[in-house]
């Protein structure tokens, strides 16, 4: 059986990422860590352990390709305070054989025109952080976080 699903929150700013840490750890089955990227106390550690996810909020004194670099999570979803969108990027092992970074670009390309053609969200997408918000009030009955617009 699978244990319970790592979540590192890195952030530049207290409000965003303390909140989106609080939130994140009300959900079940979440283990949620939170390093303030102005220190770095605790960086190498939080991601040494191979979290399952990374969220990142851009504009502090590292860059994602620094979190890519350090951690070897599958998914990182990138926030930025000053936007309501989040990106969502999944790591691909690439060789340097073309043929394999060929069929990476096919793939990555199928799972775009699928999500395309189904109007889900999916890696590469944007997604607006207030859908999301309201899809989470609308499970809960409700209740939930309270965002400005």
């Known amino acids: 059986m699978r244990g319970p699903d790592r979540v590192v929150v890195l952030y530049s700013h207290p409000l965003l990422g303390e909140g989106l840490g609080q939130m994140l750890a009300a959900?079940?089955?979440?283990?949620?860590?939170?390093?303030?990227?102005?220190?770095?106390?605790?960086?190498?550690?939080a991601l040494a352990g191979e979290p399952d996810v990374v969220v990142f909020e851009e504009g502090g004194p590292i860059g994602i390709l620094d979190v890519?670099?350090?951690?070897?999570?599958?998914?990182?979803?990138d926030v930025d305070i000053t936007?309501?969108?989040?990106?969502t990027l999944q790591r691909h092992e690439l060789r340097s054989a073309p043929d394999e970074v060929l069929g990476a670009v096919r793939e990555a390309l199928a799972v775009r025109a699928r999500s395309?053609?189904?109007?889900?969200?999916g890696p590469g997408r944007p997604v607006c952080a207030a859908a999301v918000c309201a899809t989470q009030r609308r499970a809960r009955g409700g209740a939930g976080v309270v965002t400005g617009s």
């Open 68 to 77: 890519l670099r350090r951690s070897g999570a599958t998914v990182i979803v």
């Open 27 to 45: 959900e079940p089955g979440l283990v949620v860590t939170t390093v303030s990227l102005g220190t770095l106390d605790g960086l190498d550690e």
């Open 83 to 87: 936007s309501s969108t989040a990106w």
């Open 116 to 121: 395309a053609i189904g109007g889900e969200t």
